[in-house]
């Protein structure tokens, strides 16, 4: 997947496979150490348009993204469609790595490197193997490039953002072969702005918080991904291509506007304005208790007759929630204002099955912080870190047979798809066990020696009975926090305090999601 951002990107990647590099010796390459190729890839991002040289959308590739790898020698293909895969170092640096036993093998003069993202199985007839740069090379599959009508899902958008790039090869560090791409956009963005609401909080410590217009997309048309930033954007043909409408409504449906997205030149974007995005600030004391809506707008928590038709939360923390979670930061960098706790729960056991959930992440390429945790001061379980928890469970869940998986998680996965988050919050998650204890305890370091309070309990429970939802009043609430292959973490509200019990416990056990804004 990808993030656009207005900051330079450059990524060096280490590929293990066999390798050469160098001079040539007839058509046989010179062999040095087998330490891999080295790959460096600099994406020249989404221009304006009037500024060919300015680019304002630049790209940043992140773990499981997948691009195509193509050798050619004279006019024969030799390495055909190597898909190279990102992960995580434990640097925190990207590498791609080709599949298991599958090794590469370049630096002859007579070559020829070519690279596209995103990674497609069948690229029959999509390739022109006597052209001699990649605008060439890749012109069957430009020309028969269509991205999603429906790009709403993050992963419809990003798998429709064609990329390509002709590389150029010297020799690396340690005798390794450098192939360096400059990867182009060959498709066109539209960025619609909507007008903003801008919330000043009276804590200068907490950064302004910016929420859009809420859109809903009208069938039929192109359907937009929302950014954290408040504009959508869509990849769509450019220019000489088939005119593109994207309609949508917002306003509650009393504002209707059309964007017809043509003229827009390969590798550029175009900014529509909708009513001109106008910007209004509002000074906001931001304060547990306050109440969260459908659009991301925020109602004071001292109101005495909130709105209770489109409330989607109410805010239970105040404060930077991407301190501890890297996985949220690089998802969300923006949700770095507080918490938000659901309107209802859910009665769940944990997993039915005892299987240790950080035993198969640890096996399978874990790039997540620790799910499972200790009882120590300095274990994860002080950490606000549900976001990334609930990310790793849910590939320990895609991995895993339906008996295994992790049912607390799988009901979040189940609330998000019935009650919509705004886009620029996280997203619902399963709360961390240190998260449980900000919502239903106190905020206090060492959390399962500190215990005996129910303070923000009884300071959100007033809160939800003024819109008339379920209280904070079950016995047992689960955390996204494994403690052992047979027992999670979970808040009792009776005793206060955090404790491991059986996965398959269900008697008066719920889940309560969250998300960050």
């Known amino acids: 997947?990808?993030?656009?951002?207005?900051?330079?990107?450059?990524?060096?990647?280490?590929?293990?496979?066999?390798?050469?590099?160098?001079?040539?010796?007839?058509?046989?390459?010179?062999?040095?150490?087998?330490?891999?190729?080295?790959?460096?890839?600099?994406?020249?991002?989404?221009?304006?348009?009037?500024?060919?040289?300015?680019?304002?959308?630049?790209?940043?590739?992140?773990?499981?993204?997948?691009?195509?790898?193509?050798?050619?020698?004279?006019?024969?293909?030799?390495?055909?469609?190597?898909?190279?895969?990102?992960?995580?170092?434990?640097?925190?640096?990207?590498?791609?790595?080709?599949?298991?036993?599958?090794?590469?093998?370049?630096?002859?003069?007579?070559?020829?490197?070519?690279?596209?993202?995103?990674?497609?199985?069948?690229?029959?007839?999509?390739?022109?193997?006597?052209a001699t740069d990649g605008d060439g090379f890749f012109a069957p599959l430009v020309n028969g490039w269509e991205p999603a009508a429906d790009q709403s899902p993050y992963g419809a958008y990003t798998a429709s953002d064609l990329m390509t790039a002709t590389g150029t090869a010297s020799k690396g560090k340690e005798g390794m072969l450098l192939l360096s791409f400059a990867m182009t956009h060959r498709m066109a963005m539209a960025v619609i702005e909507m007008p903003k609401t801008v919330y000043k909080f009276t804590d200068a410590t907490i950064p302004d918080y910016t929420v859009a217009a809420s859109v809903e997309f009208a069938d039929g048309g192109l359907r937009p991904y929302g950014f954290s930033d408040g504009t959508y954007r869509c990849i769509v043909n450019p220019a000489g291509g088939t005119a593109t409408g994207i309609i949508g409504v917002y306003d509650r449906g009393s504002k209707a506007f059309t964007v017809i997205s043509n003229g827009i030149p390969p590798g550029s974007y175009k900014t529509y304005k909708v009513d001109g995005a106008a910007v209004t600030e509002k000074e906001h004391t931001l304060r547990a208790g306050d109440y969260f809506y459908c659009d991301g707008s925020i109602v004071s928590g001292s109101e005495g007759n909130p709105p209770a038709e489109d409330?989607?939360?109410?805010?239970?923390?105040?404060?930077?929630?991407?301190?501890?979670?890297?996985?949220?930061?690089?998802?969300?960098?923006?949700?770095?204002?507080?918490?938000?706790?659901?309107?209802?729960?859910?009665?769940?056991?944990?997993?039915?099955?005892?299987?240790?959930?950080?035993?198969?992440?640890?096996?399978?390429?874990?790039?997540?912080?620790?799910?499972?945790?200790?009882?120590?001061?300095?274990?994860?379980?002080?950490?606000?870190?549900?976001?990334?928890?609930?990310?790793?469970?849910?590939?320990?869940?895609?991995?895993?047979?339906?008996?295994?998986?992790?049912?607390?998680?799988?009901?979040?996965?189940?609330?998000?798809?019935?009650?919509?988050?705004?886009?620029?919050?996280?997203?619902?998650?399963?709360?961390?066990?240190?998260?449980?204890?900000?919502?239903?305890?106190?905020?206090?370091?060492?959390?399962?020696?500190?215990?005996?309070?129910?303070?923000?309990?009884?300071l959100i429970n007033p809160q939800l009975a003024k819109i008339n939802v379920t209280q904070l009043n079950k016995g047992y609430y689960w955390s996204s926090t494994e403690y052992r292959d047979y027992m999670a973490f979970m808040y009792g509200t009776a005793l206060k305090e955090v404790f491991g019990v059986s996965k398959s416990y269900n008697k008066n056990a719920v889940i309560r999601p969250v998300l960050a804004f």
């Open 311 to 458: 409330c989607l939360g109410i805010v239970f923390w105040v404060g930077d929630a991407t301190l501890k979670d890297k996985t949220l930061k690089t998802d969300h960098t923006g949700c770095n204002h507080g918490l938000v706790v659901a309107l209802e729960e859910i009665e769940t056991d944990w997993q039915a099955t005892d299987v240790l959930v950080q035993g198969w992440l640890d096996y399978n390429d874990n790039i997540w912080l620790p799910v499972k945790s200790g009882m120590g001061a300095s274990d994860p379980l002080n950490n606000i870190q549900g976001y990334n928890n609930t990310k790793a469970i849910e590939r320990f869940n895609s991995g895993n047979s339906e008996e295994v998986c992790v049912n607390a998680v799988q009901k979040v996965v189940e609330y998000r798809t019935r009650i919509k988050a705004p886009v620029h919050t996280s997203d619902w998650y399963l709360p961390s066990i240190k998260e449980l204890t900000l919502l239903l305890g106190r905020d206090v370091e060492d959390i399962h020696n500190n215990k005996g309070f129910d303070d923000n309990k009884n």
């Open 1 to 130: 997947m990808m993030i656009y951002s207005k900051i330079y990107t450059l990524i060096a990647i280490a590929v293990g496979a066999l390798l050469s590099v160098g001079c040539t010796v007839g058509d046989e390459p010179i062999q040095t150490k087998p330490s891999g190729i080295a790959f460096e890839i600099i994406e020249s991002g989404f221009n304006s348009g009037s500024r060919a040289a300015e680019s304002d959308y630049l790209t940043e590739f992140t773990a499981g993204d997948e691009c195509g790898l193509y050798i050619v020698r004279g006019a024969t293909v030799v390495y055909d469609n190597v898909k190279l895969t990102a992960t995580t170092g434990s640097d925190g640096s990207l590498t791609w790595q080709p599949a298991a036993g599958v090794s590469v093998a370049g630096g002859l003069d007579n070559e020829k490197y070519f690279l596209y993202y995103p990674y497609q199985s069948d690229m029959s007839g999509k390739t022109d193997a006597y």
